[in-house]
């Protein structure tokens, strides 16, 4: 079956370097990516998405970007604050009529900042 | 305007207990999922309700788990007997319902499950 998959665990990253979290996803059909970032004791929260029409796609201090010819994610973060320690998810929304809603994740990958 | 909401945000019970969880989805949001989020693992969807009616619950355990949605607003989840496997935080969020790619889902702060 479809599968979202992170590639690490675990990111450590200094306070003001740039991050790069990484996803691959295993069904080439997918058209829609998301990524949510998961505080302590909170829920999941948008941060971006792209649709499989896009290689690239900007935020505030966020890009995403999509490799459909490898199936691969990105979500960078421009320098990185204590704010955005937290786990990160890539998510794949499934396709065609009553599929449209179904969001299957990834494990998710923890950033920690260090100070 | 307030997001999901949902309590308890804690609850600890004895295996074959009943439990209940309770979420009040965003004001106007036809949808509501509930999922389940085991620790180190992203969510998995339960259930997923237009207005009042599930309208997917291919991956609700209905032998021991049951939800209701029955005024298209709230919603409540049950377990019963729960079991130690059970514990996790269950997560509930909504949507504005409809077709298409942008249709952005909520989280509530979830209700963190610890069945001893």
């Known amino acids: 079956g479809e599968s979202v998959g992170l590639h690490l665990p675990t990111l450590s990253v200094q306070e003001g370097d740039n991050s790069i979290i990484n996803c691959a996803y295993s069904n080439s059909a997918s058209d829609y990516f998301i990524w949510y970032k998961q505080e302590s004791g909170k829920g999941p929260q948008f941060i971006i998405d792209i649709r499989s029409n896009m290689d690239k796609r900007q935020g505030q201090r966020v890009t995403v970007l999509l490799n459909k010819t490898v199936k691969h994610l990105s979500l960078q973060i421009a320098a990185t604050q204590p704010g955005d320690s937290a786990v990160y998810f890539c998510a794949e929304k499934g396709q065609g009529v009553g599929n449209d809603y179904k969001l299957s994740f990834g494990a998710g990958t923890t950033v920690t900042v260090r100070a | ?116």
């Open chain 2, 1 to 116: 305007e307030a997001g999901v909401v949902q309590s308890p945000r804690y609850k600890i019970i004895e295996k074959k207990q009943p439990v209940a969880f309770w979420c009040n989805p965003i004001s106007g949001h036809n949808t509501l999922y509930w999922y389940l989020q085991n620790l180190g693992q992203g969510p998995e969807l339960l259930i997923r309700y237009e207005n009042e009616e599930a309208v997917d619950d291919s991956q609700l355990p209905k032998d021991r788990f049951s939800a209701e949605r029955l005024k298209g607003v709230d919603s409540t989840l049950k377990i019963q007997p729960a079991e130690l496997g059970d514990s996790a935080v269950y997560l509930c969020a909504s949507s504005l319902g409809g077709q298409g790619t942008g249709n952005e889902q909520f989280f509530g702060p979830g209700t963190r499950l610890t069945v001893l």
